[in-house]
T-cell receptor, first 110, second 115 residues
Framework: EDKVVQSPLSLVVHEGDTVTLNCSYEVTNFRSLLWYKQEKKAPTFLFMLTSSGIEKKSGRLSSILDKKELFSILNITATQTGDSAVYLCAGVNAGNMLTFGGGTRLMVKP | DAGVIQSPRHEVTEMGQEVTLRCKPISGHNSLFWYRQTMMRGLELLIYFNNNVPIDDSGMPEDRFSAKMPNASFSTLKIQPSEPRDSAVYFC?????????????FGEGSRLTVL
């Protein structure tokens, strides 16, 4: 059974801080790893990672995958209150099946 | 495109009643997923359709749950009879492309409360 574990479970920081969210996975026939941001409603897509060591970047967010050690990190620099959300990672297997982690709840205080 | 459309957005019902949740995927997407999200268990995959055919329903909790996809633009998830432990947010998601493309587009969810 595929398994994805995220840490920490929750995190409280102040605006301007940098945070690193962790995601480890055990996915049979692994294809890719996805990061999502979930505020009050549906998860919205952030990144898809398929290759080790290649950083994906979008503004203050960046993510990288290590397929040898089976983990990924999501970095957010210069955090803002609007970054407060639950961040989900998901491992995708060859059958296009996603297994989600439990999420990291980030709260950014002014 | 309007995105994935789910209805109802909220439903409150009594134990034993039938509940039907509806989903319209993004036009052209050939994969449709039903997920359930609770605080305790996070996002759990219930069932996955590809080209309207159920591929994996191993996540469906029990016989009280059933899902159909009669055509490419519509799917339902039915719970009969409903129980309080079914209370959750139910998400429908769709995607295009073959295996491994992975990116899902989620609807805004149907929040179900069973009293």
């Amino acid at each position: 059974e595929d398994k994805v574990v995220q840490s920490p479970l929750s995190l409280v920081v102040h605006e301007g801080d940098t945070v690193t969210l962790n995601c480890s996975y055990e996915v049979t026939n692994f294809r890719s790893l996805l990061w999502y941001k979930q505020e009050k409603k549906a998860p919205t897509f952030l990144f898809m990672l398929t290759s080790s060591g290649i950083e994906k970047k979008s503004g203050r967010l960046s993510s990288i995958l290590d397929k040898k050690e089976l983990f990924s990190i999501l970095n957010i620099t210069a955090t803002q209150t609007g970054d407060s959300a639950v961040y989900l990672c998901a491992g995708v297997n060859a059958g296009n099946m996603l297994t989600f982690g439990g999420g990291t709840r980030l709260m950014v205080k002014p | 495109d309007a995105g994935v459309i789910q209805s109802p957005r909220h439903e409150v019902t009594e134990m034993g009643q039938e509940v039907t949740l509806r989903c319209k995927p993004i036009s052209g997407h050939n994969s449709l997923f039903w997920y359930r999200q609770t605080m305790m268990r996070g996002l759990e995959l219930l069932i996955y359709f590809n080209n309207n055919v159920p591929i994996d329903d191993s996540g469906m909790p029990e016989d009280r749950f059933s899902a159909k996809m009669p055509n490419a633009s519509f799917s339902t998830l039915k719970i009969q009879p409903s129980e309080p432990r079914d209370s959750a947010v139910y998400f429908c998601a769709s995607s295009s492309g073959g295996p491994g493309t992975g990116e899902l587009f989620f609807g805004e969810g149907s929040r179900l409360t069973v009293l």
